[in-house]
């Protein structure tokens, strides 16, 4: 019988539980030039990745706006890159366009590998003990180190600990066979949703698209560097710094009781208002308090942590949260 989704949730966030993430892109450089390739169309500061560090970035076109929220991890011999589902052709066929003499190579492993995500406090002991693992290096965020036929990543896509195991199709069932053996709880789609918006976590595609700016995102200090020089995008991003803020951004909000409020709701700065200050493009209810939680691009004067609004025709009261 499947779990309750209070009893899910709660413990995705305080024990261990593993959601298979279907489809995910999957990325894969290689060749001598691929760190200073990709250096020059990333937003992040990807020379400057160890083998077994990774980062967070957007890829973004010329107007510094965003084609990519990517997750870039460094290899031995090869950059790895994460995103979500079904973004492969395009940003391949993005990149490919600038190889004019560089040894780089480009790869789609998206068919190939899957991914599941474990979150909860207890993740990281109960993976070390699945897969036979005598002491986790200390890592800091986005990381990774080889195991088994994959890799094992550190990065939190809720505001739990949360950890990645990412390799070959067979591999990654086999995890997913002996994982419940352990006493990590097996969660679903729903919980993964949940748990990135409650975090105020972007999805590409449903809360980012090339439509934004890369600081509208609310990611500047994750995923952009101001130190690493030049890249594509990079002078009007270096604008926006200077002029200190965008006219909107990416912001959170959570209804001030029980609510049930769709996706689409538009976010209103007074009770009163006619016009919209935004609009929520994910929203959950939160089930361990009934609340509807949800993630917007927000107007500047609204986009503020702790700021009150009110949601959809009814005006339902909510407040602001900026992670």
């Known amino acids: 019988m499947p779990a309750d989704p209070a009893r899910l949730i709660e413990a995705a966030m305080h024990e261990a539980v593993v959601i298979e993430l279907p489809g995910r892109t999957h990325l894969e450089l290689t060749g001598q030039d691929r760190a200073a390739f990709l250096h020059n169309f990333c937003s992040n500061h990807i020379k ?26 460094a290899d031995t011999d090869r950059l790895l890159v994460e995103t979500v589902p079904r973004q ?23 068919d190939e590998w899957s991914q599941l995500y474990v979150s909860g406090e207890r993740a990281e002991e109960l993976l070390q003990a699945a897969l036979s693992i005598a002491a986790l290096p200390s890592m800091t965020a986005p990381a990774q180190i080889s195991v088994g036929s994959g890799y094992l990543r550190k990065f939190s896509f809720g505001s739990a600990p949360g950890w990645s195991l990412v390799g070959p199709r067979d591999w990654i069932a086999q995890c997913q066979a002996f994982l419940p053996a352990t006493g990590v709880l097996s969660g679903a789609a729903e919980q993964f949703e949940q748990l990135r918006i409650e975090a105020g ?37 270096a604008r926006i710094d200077a002029l200190g803020h965008v006219n909107r951004a990416l912001c959170s909000v959570i209804t001030t009781g029980p609510s049930t409020i769709p996706s689409g709701a538009e976010v209103f700065a007074t009770p009163e208002a006619n016009e919209p200050a935004g609009q929520l493009s994910s929203a959950i209810v939160w089930p361990a308090t009934g609340q509807t939680i949800g993630i917007g691009i927000l107007r500047r004067e609204l986009a ?7 949601l959809g025709p009814e005006r339902t009261p909510a407040t602001v949260r900026v992670r």
Do not use: M
């Not at 503020?304 to 009110?310: E, F, M, P, R, T």
């Open 88 to 110: 492969g052709p395009a940003l391949l066929a993005h990149l490919d366009k600038y190889i004019i003499t560089e040894d780089v190579q480009l790869a789609d492993r998206s």
């Open 201 to 237: 976590f972007p999805h590409y595609g449903v809360d980012l698209s090339e439509a934004n700016l890369a600081q509208e995102a609310n990611r500047t200090s994750r995923a952009i560097s101001f130190q690493k020089g030049c890249y594509l995008g990079q002078e009007p991003i």
């Open 304 to 310: 503020l942590d702790g700021k009150a609004c009110w």
């Open 48 to 73: 400057g990745l160890a083998v077994g560090q990774g980062c967070e970035a957007f890829i973004t076109s010329i107007k510094g706006r965003i084609l990519g929220h990517l997750l870039v991890f």
